[in-house]
């Protein structure tokens, strides 16, 4: 059997925790940021773990 390959789009979004969670940033903080408040653009900087209900698909994504 071949090795099974991760989809290359979310090795470059998600990183894992010491403990095995997921990391992931928040989306809206890339463009058209002048209609966007100061706090919320602030808000968006933190990183964050994916949801509990996401985590087994991410996962897969990862081959983890």
Not at 31 to 55: E, F, P, W, Y
Request: aromatic share 4%; no cysteine.
């Amino acid at each position: 059997m071949p090795k099974v390959k991760t989809k290359s789009g979310a090795k470059k979004r998600f990183t894992l925790t010491g403990s095995g969670k997921v990391k992931r940033k928040h989306a809206f903080k890339s463009h058209i940021l002048t209609k966007k408040g100061t706090k919320q653009k602030r808000n968006l900087t933190h990183v964050t773990l994916v949801s509990t209900a996401d985590m087994s698909r991410v996962k897969d994504m990862l081959n983890i």
